[in-house]
């Protein structure tokens, strides 16, 4: 196994280990991981550097022009031209193939503090708000690959989707007064889209994280027990939007639903550039990280979900039917199911918990599904759910087993079996095999930040991960690194636990989002916030032409010899 006998006793996972054995890769010549480590020396850096069996090329940088012929990059940054450019904060990522060396990347932008965007702490006028509005959401760009180079292209695909483009709702919530305000304002816009994750029917879903720091007033105000849960304060993450936009002032009576119409896993057609973006509220409505779309032998889906804070949970959503079946009856395989909500036992057993209003549990506090589902941190809390060091990406193994990241907790004073650290300040990534038709899961520790975090493959706060189907596990950090490295992208072995480093960002970064073309020999991640926006620290990715913001941007990665990325 690959756990340590270190890690084995912290977690206490006493559980008959040949049934997590994971299945033997036999015949393989090659070693999975061959390429030649980045060593950490080199990853410290103000620009990003990579191992030298690989290059990279930066793509689509915040502020450029969606379409070839749009309006030019200019700062700070003007509404207007902001709804034609990219946005800023990239996060999740997607590669929608189109054919040979020509697809469509959506690509979540989750955050840009007024600072970078704006040139300004607080925002003056409306049209900065605007500004700051459209900077956020969702594009989807055209890109293609001429002799080796990727290039964005004129597309009849290409949009940006940001927080005052039309939404609608769909599934068991969509039509609860529980989001319709007294002023009875049309559903706008998504927010705060961190991770993502992608349909087998070719949709992407987006998903809401911090959008309670969105929201504020300027007259204080005592927060609901559900608002303090959902994070909610007066001064939010500091954007002021409140000041120009009353959706986004909590203590606006006529808009006081508005805060449930966020925080919900967002689908997105690509192919359709006409069709709205759809809030499934089947799938709950927390700090979604992202969700790992799995299909399961018997046709049905499977959406795994982390809930980034401190002590908060894993969900998981069942379609009711295969999703075949549901798709070609017109019924959306998102909008019909169950969700549930993890509980890890010390043995190294979990449960799954039905967040359904008729169980008595629920039934007592909650007047509805549709009440559970807009305040599901609560619901899951009254099942038992076990709160968790921050839990960001899931993916899904070669193996069967579904990996989640724990990013870290510094707050966690106790710890538990699937929590072992406490404070947990390196965070550690757990993996599970479903069992009993899915009821019930067994699970272990894979790897963990402390136990790496003085070896050359040094790690910390595990954050973005995608499992290849060959044994590899991509794993990319957001958080202090050892000795003022870098963010990173590390490729680790998961039959082994073998570890290497294949790229680290620039300071202040973090390096997330991960999608690959369908041959592997292209993979697009992220950096977001570099220099944390600030110009001092870096300008990337510009070097010395005279701008000086830095800019989030996507790199497209490539093995030198055209293998498999992560080979
Ligand atoms: Fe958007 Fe939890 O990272
Ligand atoms: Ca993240
Ligand atoms: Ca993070």
């Not at 977690?11 to 030649?36: E, M, Q």
């Not at 080796?148 to 989707?161: E, L, M």
């Not at 939007?241 to 119409?261: C, H, I, M, P, S």
């Not at 947990?424 to 990534?429: A, E, F, S, W």
């Amino acid at each position: 196994m690959s756990f340590s006998r270190r890690q084995l006793a912290k977690s206490c996972v006493g559980i008959a280990l040949a049934a997590l054995a994971p299945i033997a890769h036999s015949g393989l010549k090659k070693r999975l991981i061959d390429f030649k480590a980045l060593p950490s020396s080199l990853g410290k850096g103000k620009m990003p550097a990579i191992s030298k069996d690989y290059e990279y090329q930066v793509l689509v940088p915040w502020g450029d022009p969606l379409q070839p012929q749009g309006p030019n990059y200019s700062w700070p940054a003007n509404w207007k031209d902001q709804q034609e450019q990219i946005g800023v904060g990239h996060d999740g990522i997607a590669y929608f193939s189109l054919g040979k060396d020509n697809g469509l990347l959506a690509i979540n932008h989750e955050y840009g503090r007024n600072l970078h965007v704006l040139g300004l702490e607080d925002p003056v006028t409306r049209e900065h708000v605007l500004a700051s509005q459209s900077a956020h959401g969702v594009s989807i760009v055209e890109i293609t690959n001429e002799n080796g180079q990727w290039a964005k292209k004129q597309s009849k695909y290409s949009r940006r989707i940001h927080v005052n483009s039309p939404v609608e709702f769909s599934g068991p919530a969509a039509e609860s007064e529980l989001l319709i305000n007294p002023a009875n304002n049309p559903c706008l816009g998504t927010l705060s889209n961190c991770a993502n994750g992608r349909t087998p029917w070719g949709t992407y879903l987006t998903c809401e994280e911090n959008f309670n720091l969105f929201f504020g007033s300027d007259k204080a105000f005592t927060p609901t027990y559900a608002q303090k849960r959902y994070g909610y304060s007066q001064k939010g993450g500091g954007y002021g939007w409140y000041q120009f936009d009353e959706r986004f002032d909590l203590v606006n009576e006529a808009f006081k639903n508005e805060g449930n119409r966020f925080g919900w896993v967002v689908e997105i057609d690509p192919m359709n550039p006409r069709s709205l973006p759809i809030k499934r509220t089947g799938l709950g409505r927390f700090k979604h990280e992202g969700a790992s779309v799995v299909e399961s032998k018997d046709g049905r889906i499977s959406v795994y979900m982390g809930d980034d804070s401190r002590f908060e949970f894993i969900y998981k959503y069942v379609s009711s039917r295969p999703w075949r079946e549901m798709y070609n009856l017109g019924k959306n395989p998102l909008d019909s199911g169950d969700l549930f909500v993890a509980q890890f036992s010390a043995s190294g057993h979990g449960n799954w918990l039905k967040l359904d209003v008729r169980q008595p549990l629920l039934s007592r506090h909650f007047a509805s599904q549709a009440d559970v589902l807009v305040n599901t941190r609560l619901a899951a809390t009254l099942l038992g759910a076990t709160p968790m060091d921050r839990p960001e990406w899931m993916t899904e193994g070669s193996n069967g087993f579904i990996y989640c990241s724990l990013t870290n907790n510094s707050r966690r004073k106790t710890p538990d079996a699937a929590n072992p650290q406490a404070p947990n300040l390196h965070g550690h990534i757990i993996r599970f095999r479903e069992e009993e038709n899915g009821k019930k899961f067994v699970w272990e520790i894979f790897i963990s930040g402390i136990d790496h975090y003085e070896s050359e493959s040094s790690f910390s706060s595990p954050d973005g991960l995608w499992a290849d189907s060959d044994g590899r596990l991509f794993i990319q950090t957001d958080g202090d690194q050892r000795d003022g490295l870098n963010n990173q992208l590390i490729v680790a072995d998961t039959n082994t636990g073998e570890t290497r480093r294949l790229l680290t960002g620039v300071p202040g970064c973090e390096i997330t989002g991960i999608a690959v073309t369908p041959d592997q020999r292209t993979m697009f991640v992220n950096i977001q916030h570099p220099g944390r926006g600030d110009p001092a620290i870096t300008n990337f990715p510009h070097r010395l032409d005279g701008v000086t913001v830095p800019r989030d941007c996507t790199l497209a990665i490539r093995r030198k010899n055209g293998g498999i990325v992560g080979s």
